[in-house]
């Protein structure tokens, strides 16, 4: 009787162990299964978008620096002075031949511009940005009728001396 009973029980044994490896390695796919899923939302497993070509460099800027430029001012009392350097911006090598063929209509362009001013209009950080934008402004009005306008992209100033 004792064989009969063992019996029983070690035939049990390697079953419920089966069981258990089994449930054991479903549960560690599912695990598994879920963690993936929750890595692809998240992105760590996407696929990368295919490489966009490298950015381009941007053009060289070219410059065209105008000979400093000495002008009276507007003052009540003395006499009062503004000497001022600057270089124009443009966008290309046929926007520059164009300017160093019209230099003296530009200077003088220049030269009435400035010389209108009050000198405590031209003082702050602000007074000299707006100054800079009627500048462009004005040298890229077209040189002559029919003629198209200049292409100054900007004013930097090298030189400002209020006196």
Same mark, same amino acid.
């Given at each position: ?13 390697p079953?419920s162990? $089966?069981?258990?490896i ?5 549960t560690s796919?599912a695990?598994l ?5 929750a ?5 760590? @497993? ?8 490298p950015?381009k460099p941007?053009?060289?800027?070219? @410059?065209v620096t105008?000979?400093p430029l000495t002008?009276n ?5 003395r006499?009062r002075?503004?000497h001022?350097?600057?270089?124009l911006?443009?966008n ?5 031949a164009q300017?160093?063929?019209f230099?003296?209509?530009l200077r003088s362009r220049?030269l009435l511009?400035?010389?209108?001013r009050?000198p405590?209009?031209?003082l702050s950080t602000?007074?000299?940005? $707006?100054?800079a934008e009627?500048i462009?402004t004005?040298?890229n009005?077209?040189?002559?009728a029919?003629a198209?306008?200049q292409?100054?992209?900007s004013?930097? @100033?090298n030189?400002?001396?209020v006196?």
């Amino acid at each position: 009787m004792a064989t009969s009973t063992s019996l029983p029980s070690a035939a049990a044994a390697p079953r419920s162990s $089966k069981l258990m490896i089994g449930l054991l390695v479903a549960t560690s796919l599912a695990a598994l299964a879920g963690g993936g899923y929750a890595l692809s939302r998240n992105g760590l @497993f996407a696929q990368e978008a295919p490489a966009a070509a490298p950015p381009k460099p941007a053009p060289k800027p070219i @410059f065209v620096t105008l000979e400093p430029l000495t002008v009276n001012v507007q003052s009540e009392g003395r006499s009062r002075f503004l000497h001022i350097g600057m270089a124009l911006k443009v966008n290309d090598e046929l926007a520059k031949a164009q300017l160093v063929e019209f230099m003296p209509e530009l200077r003088s362009r220049l030269l009435l511009l400035l010389s209108n001013r009050q000198p405590e209009t031209l003082l702050s950080t602000q007074d000299k940005a $707006k100054l800079a934008e009627e500048i462009r402004t004005e040298l890229n009005r077209p040189l002559s009728a029919g003629a198209q306008p200049q292409a100054i992209a900007s004013v930097s @100033f090298n030189t400002f001396v209020v006196q």
